[in-house]
């Protein structure tokens, strides 16, 4: 009764339109008030001891690096010297921007936040170079998707706080699929281009090729200091946030000077506008997640699934496909902090590595973020 009230309650409300955070938030109290016997405050002490946690703070770090760096001109010149070491092959502007926002996801954490860095440069220069509307939409926004699988990645971190993981092997696990997934775009786009018969840029010079790199150096340097640095063992995840944090402020503001002083107060109100959502839905989704294992849920629905003889495979058929559902509709940490909850002891119950599912869960998102009817990064 209470799982079915629960659930109840919760997709009545996104179907009215209630936004997912607060559907969250709204169906737990309202459940725990009639159905169980809890005791609220007791929520209320877990959700501060919940967000109290030092891996949070990476969250707005990344956000605000990520900020700057878009919006203080380091986006386009990575897209400058993405172009001349791969405009020049067939469907060149397109594999540009596929390049690109794997370099700037490796900066930026976020998929919108690298698809409207990339975007507001290279839509215009792909539609007016003739390649179709729908081709330049397409290539963006799935390029953009890497922007929560390439570390530093916000889902990862979201995922990492919820299953009590360690954020800097999620981070590494992520980069050979990002990678992988990157290539795969160029050589798609690149077939594509070939067959179609898109023209070919004229090719850089290795001149060209080192002015280009010079002017974006600043910017790359960010990805050997959040990389390695973690890798390196220099700095928690959290600190690399800071660092980075600090160092595309110096970058945007002092070396390249596309920013004044003035303009950092918007950039960090937006960048708190934006981080306190993500926290908003985190905190709702603490409570939720509160209320199920006080509850046993979870444990209850592991039961029914192992004895049901669900094998792992089966298992992550049946996952896959009910996270390309979800992200036709919700945003990344929202379906995170409903999921986890639910499908971890499932996962460890099954034998399956939980950091290995983390992969799988970002690569889903990834999927929806480009999926109608919601699709964020279109």
């Known amino acids: 009764m209470i799982m079915l009230s629960l659930f109840g309650l919760l997709f009545l409300l996104m179907f009215l339109g209630v936004p997912v955070s607060v559907a969250l938030g709204a169906s737990t109290l309202i459940t725990a008030h009639f159905f169980a016997d809890m005791e609220l405050m007791g ?23 990520g900020s700057f760096l878009s919006k203080g001109g380091a986006a386009k010149r990575i897209i400058d010297f993405a172009k001349s070491i791969v405009g020049h092959l067939p ?24 698809v409207a860095a990339i975007g507001s440069v290279m839509f215009s220069a792909i539609k007016e170079a003739g390649y179709p509307q729908g081709y330049a939409i397409g290539t963006i926004a799935t390029s953009g998707s890497l922007g929560i699988l390439i570390p530093p990645s916000i889902v990862f971190i979201v995922y990492g706080v919820t299953a009590d993981l360690s954020i800097g092997k999620l981070f590494m696990a992520g980069v050979i699929p990002g990678l992988l997934i990157g290539f795969m775009l160029m050589a798609i786009t690149y077939i594509g281009a070939v067959r179609l018969g898109f023209k070919k840029e004229k090719p850089a010079s290795f001149k060209e090729r080192l002015l280009k790199f010079k002017e974006a150096f600043w910017a790359l340097m960010l990805i050997v200091i959040v990389i390695g640095g973690i890798y390196g063992g220099l700095f928690t995840p959290t600190e690399a946030g800071a660092a980075s944090a600090v160092y595309a402020f110096i970058v945007s503001v002092f070396i390249y000077k596309d920013l004044k002083l003035k ?112 699709g964020l990064n279109l």
């Open 263 to 374: 303009d950092c107060y918007q950039i960090i109100l937006d960048s708190a506008l934006t981080s306190s959502m993500i926290f908003f839905v985190i905190c709702n989704a603490m409570i939720f997640a509160h209320f199920l294992t006080d509850e046993t849920i979870p444990q209850q629905i592991t039961r029914m699934i192992m004895d049901a003889n669900v094998g792992p495979v089966m298992f992550l058929i049946i996952v896959n496909l009910l996270l390309l559902f979800m992200g036709q509709f919700m945003e990344p940490s929202s379906i995170v902090m409903i999921t986890v909850p639910l499908l971890l002891p499932l996962v460890i119950a099954l034998g399956i590595d939980p950091i290995h599912f983390g992969v799988i869960l970002v690569v889903n998102m990834e999927i929806g973020m480009i999926t109608p009817p919601v």
């Open 91 to 114: 469907g060149g502007l397109p594999i540009s921007a596929i390049f690109a926002a794997m370099i700037f996801a490796a900066v930026s954490g976020s998929s919108p936040a690298t």
């Open 43 to 65: 929520i209320v002490s877990h959700v501060f001891d919940g967000l109290n946690k030092y891996s949070l703070m990476a969250i707005p770090m990344f956000i605000l690096a």
